[in-house]
């Protein structure tokens, strides 16, 4: 009983919000942040963001999965994570936001495909570092045989940073 109840609550919480605490990906994700901020603590906060203004966004963007870093009252960014679609499965993947919302660090948590897992490669992701306008991503590079997660890699993060400038101009940011 006290099983099917676990598994039933397991069910029912949104994937986005078990992203940060569960499979060790926290841990990943918070070293992934200790790493690019150079700090040994932060605080993560949930960004709010209206209903209506949510149902604006190319990304699905909430409170659970997009978040104010904070090292005392020091802001210093954002981090992003979410799922992208793979050939046959999805990815999960985190970008980091410096104060300026532009690209800080783009990893690839987990992969679950065969093939395609060099999009999970540093020199790939640097890439996207700077970025911070959807247009910047044009020139991103192709890997063989990686085709659809590169394409997924990259509409995802270009709907991250169209969404970005939409937050931005509604104030959110």
């Given at each position: 009983m006290?099983?099917?109840?676990?598994?039933?609550?397991?069910?029912?919480?949104?994937l986005t919000g078990i992203i940060f605490n569960s499979d060790g990906l926290g841990k990943r994700v918070d070293r992934e942040i200790e790493d690019e901020f150079q700090v040994n603590s932060f605080e993560h906060q949930g960004v709010h963001i209206r209903k209506e203004l949510q149902e604006k966004l190319p990304s699905e963007?909430?409170?659970?999965?997009?978040f104010r870093l904070k090292s005392g009252e020091k802001i210093l960014g954002y981090a992003y994570l979410d799922k992208a679609p793979s050939k046959t499965a999805e990815f999960d993947y985190l970008v980091i936001l410096n104060k300026d919302l532009s690209i800080a660090r783009t990893k690839v948590?987990?992969?679950?495909?065969?093939?395609?897992?060099?999009?999970g490669s540093k020199r790939w992701l640097r890439q996207f570092v700077g970025?911070?306008?959807?247009?910047e991503l044009n020139n991103i590079a192709a890997i063989s045989?990686?085709?659809?997660s590169v394409r997924s890699m990259k509409m995802a993060v270009k709907d991250l940073l169209e969404s970005i400038e939409i937050l931005k101009e509604n104030k959110v940011l």
């Open positions: 006290i099983q099917k109840f676990f598994i039933t609550i397991l069910l029912i919480i949104p963007i909430s409170e659970e999965n997009f948590l987990v992969y679950r495909e065969e093939y395609g897992g060099e999009i970025k911070s306008k959807p247009s045989g990686a085709t659809i």
